[in-house]
């Protein structure tokens, strides 16, 4: 889709220039919908990826539940399959997560592929719900994988990806302040900073 194409290059061209601030806001004259939709693929293709690179140390063994420290823990349900909360290891708990959104981004009538085609009334709802759910994702890697992370020397770059993920998560208020929580210590400056 040629829109998307066009948009997702104004993402790629701006995040070179190093203010993410820019990079987050809603280009002149676009749909905010559409813009929604492109930055919900592309972070969802940064987490899979980031947390793709830890997949061999987040093991059921090692990390039983999903948790973002010992206060936050994170159960299972989409609403469909799995009606109540389930508790599920955090690799078990991903694996869910990035299935079910797949699901969203593939379902036409939520994430319409054709130029043009109108956006479901509560798609800024099933949006906050795919934000909300990553940022667990993020939650988890710098609670029990950060030490993996500076191994692997992969800080700076989940630092600049969880950056742009909170700005433009702030940017269009998808995620409740209490969400994020597990990870306020890290939040806090990046707001103060833009």
Same mark, same amino acid.
């Given at each position: ?11 790629? !061209?701006?995040?070179? &220039?190093?203010? =993410? ?10 749909? =905010?919908?559409?813009?929604? *939709?492109?930055?919900?693929?592309? %972070?969802?293709?940064?987490? &899979? =990826?980031?947390?793709?690179? $830890?997949?061999?140390?987040?093991? #059921? *063994?090692?990390?039983p539940t999903m948790s973002a420290g010992p206060k936050y823990e994170y159960r299972w @349900? ?11 290891? !955090?690799? /078990?708990?991903?694996? +869910? ?5 797949? @699901? ?12 043009? !085609? #109108?956006?479901? #009334?509560? %798609?800024?709802?099933? @949006?906050?719900?795919? %934000?909300?759910?990553? %940022? ?5 890697? +710098?609670? &029990?994988?950060?030490?993996?992370? $500076? /191994?692997?020397?992969?800080?700076a770059h989940l630092n600049t990806c969880f950056k742009h993920f909170v700005l433009f998560?702030?940017e269009f208020q998808l995620i409740d302040r209490a969400e994020l929580a597990p990870l &306020? ?10």
């Amino acid at each position: 889709r040629t829109q998307g194409m066009k948009l997702k290059r104004h993402i790629d !061209a701006t995040l070179g &220039s190093g203010n =993410l601030r820019e990079v987050v806001r809603l280009p002149v004259g676009e749909d =905010l919908n559409e813009w929604l *939709a492109v930055n919900t693929v592309d %972070f969802f293709n940064q987490v &899979s =990826l980031l947390y793709g690179t $830890l997949m061999e140390f987040c093991t #059921p *063994a090692t990390c039983p539940t999903m948790s973002a420290g010992p206060k936050y823990e994170y159960r299972w @349900a989409d609403g469909v399959k799995i009606k109540r909360p389930i508790e599920v290891s !955090a690799p /078990k708990y991903v694996e +869910y997560l990035m299935d079910w959104i797949e @699901a969203q981004l593939d379902e036409e009538s939520i994430f319409p592929q054709k130029l043009g !085609a #109108p956006f479901p #009334p509560n %798609f800024r709802d099933v @949006a906050k719900t795919i %934000f909300k759910r990553l %940022f667990r994702v993020y939650a988890h890697i +710098y609670h &029990s994988h950060f030490q993996m992370i $500076l /191994k692997l020397q992969e800080e700076a770059h989940l630092n600049t990806c969880f950056k742009h993920f909170v700005l433009f998560t702030s940017e269009f208020q998808l995620i409740d302040r209490a969400e994020l929580a597990p990870l &306020s210590e890290l939040i806090e400056p990046i707001w103060r900073g833009h």
